[in-house]
């Protein structure tokens, strides 16, 4: 039982670490889209999922809220989805002229079918441009896995703006939900005003923007962690001095009695008078060796500058004692102490420095992804969400700081991860784009899905080898 949450345990901290690295970077583009004035229906941390806790505000319409699924999170920005609905336009100004209506009713009067007319009322869904009426009785609700079978319109103020628009919308002259508004451009005018509050209807500056804006607050977010871990709450640095800073549990040094804060003054005769001479002197010896240590012991607390700074033989005798012990070392030739540490703090604009010193680095090895003689090496060097599990409970029993750091590590990561040109990640996203941009017209829906699709495939087995290498690891 023991074991299974210990393995548990890590797992459950590294993927929530993950997935409020992955809502972080949502964020991005939840803002980035709320500043080019395109709606967003949903913000969630946790992947999507019929149950939830989550609160509509009042002021934007948004739906913010949390799903037992921590394995990320997203923003559900409308118009992202590339499939459209032949018959939306029409469907649109049927609903608002209606007030509320059932599929049925809207393909009788449409003329097309119930699965067109369903069609339609779903993509429009999307665009936060009409509303889901549920019925009970039906079974139908916001946790069913079916759609339901009638729609209506959403509040509107005289100039066609909802509640999802934010402050342009006129809560004063505005209609209620479900209320008849007859549209005063005409039907595909009207959808084109829909249009030009969805991800779809903007421009390709502004879309660009949307899709780098997560990942440029991820960046932003792993370089402010590091400034916080470095500046603010400082890190531990080992201390080049011959005092045991730490003793393992069990080791030779802790049978042979040795003490946190002993000096270790010479091994087998030969004089040490730094940890680095300590461990030349420990080096190269078989498993199992005696060593003999003089140990000097204080007899008393000793202030932080008497500790750390430069001693000899007189101050020894007047505050401590000196004897000798044998310690046998463990099988791979250790004697179990621990370096000295001592809590250092930079500037914040050191600390910012030394940010961006490991972002490029990261960069560089994300960057090595795309090319072939290095791919594998990457990947062999890489770990899945298991070993970052593992690695973020390490850096947590280490203390705030290292925790932050790695998380700022984790941050530029999956940042520049993102960065890739593959779909359906935001550089993948950007490219279509940009493709889009140079031939002056959008690809089609099945080029983009076929393009998402190859993408996906290939961060699964991206996903499996790293998880294949992380248990292997673990297992050795």
Request: hydrophobic share 45%; with cysteine.
């Amino acid at each position: 039982m023991d074991a299974i949450f210990g393995f548990i345990t890590p797992l459950f901290w590294g993927v929530l670490l993950l997935s409020l690295l992955v809502f972080v970077h949502e964020g991005g583009h939840f803002l980035a889209a709320r500043a080019c004035g395109v709606r967003v229906t949903e913000f969630f941390l946790g992947l999507p999922f019929r149950y939830n806790i989550s609160h509509t505000s009042k002021r934007i319409g948004t739906k913010f809220g949390v799903t037992p699924l921590l394995l990320g999170g997203y923003a559900a920005i409308c118009g992202m989805d590339p499939e459209q609905a032949p018959h939306a336009a029409r469907v649109l100004s049927r609903v608002h002229e209606a007030g509320a209506i059932s599929v049925d009713e809207l393909a009788e009067q449409l003329e097309i079918t119930p699965d067109e007319a369903l069609e339609a009322c779903v993509f429009l869904m999307g665009w936060g441009s009409v509303l889901p009426v549920y019925d009970a009785s039906k079974g139908e609700g916001p946790t069913s896995k079916y759609y339901p079978s009638r729609y209506m319109a959403p509040a509107r103020d005289a100039a066609g703006n909802t509640v999802f628009d934010g402050r342009v919308f006129d809560r004063a002259g505005a209609t209620g939900d479900g209320e008849p508004w007859t549209p005063p451009m005409g039907a595909e005018r009207f959808f084109e005003l829909e249009r030009s509050h969805t991800y779809v209807g903007k421009g390709f500056f502004k879309r660009a923007f949307m899709l780098l804006a997560g990942i440029l607050v991820n960046l932003v977010t792993g370089v402010t962690l590091f400034v916080i871990a470095y500046s603010a709450i400082g890190y531990n640095a080992p201390i080049d001095v011959n005092i045991v800073g730490s003793i393992t549990e069990g080791s030779p040094a802790a049978a042979a009695h040795i003490q946190e804060g002993d000096r270790i003054l010479a091994v087998d005769g030969t004089a040490v008078d730094s940890w680095s001479e300590l461990l030349a002197a420990l080096g190269n010896r078989d498993a199992g060796a005696t060593v003999a240590l003089e140990v000097w012991s204080p007899s008393q607390e000793e202030s932080a500058e008497q500790r750390l700074g430069p001693v000899d033989r007189t101050y020894l005798e007047a505050h401590g004692s000196t004897h000798t012990v044998e310690a046998k070392l463990d099988e791979d030739g250790l004697l179990g102490i621990g370096v000295l540490y001592h809590t250092m703090r930079v500037s914040p604009m050191v600390a910012a420095r030394m940010s961006v010193d490991y972002l490029v680095q990261t960069a560089q090895g994300v960057a090595k992804l795309l090319m072939p003689q290095h791919t594998k090496e990457v990947l062999d060097s890489s770990t899945s969400v298991v070993g970052i599990s593992v690695l973020s409970a390490q850096a947590a029993e280490q203390g705030a700081a290292s925790f932050m750091s790695f998380a700022a590590l984790i941050s530029f990561s999956l940042g520049f991860m993102n960065l890739l040109p593959i779909p359906p990640l935001d550089g993948g996203k950007l490219l279509i784009e940009v493709i889009q941009a140079v031939r002056g017209k959008e690809l089609s829906v099945k080029a983009q899905t076929i393009v998402s699709y190859v993408g996906i495939a290939f961060f699964a087995f991206l996903f499996l080898y790293m998880l294949r290498a992380d248990i292997l690891r673990l297992l050795h």
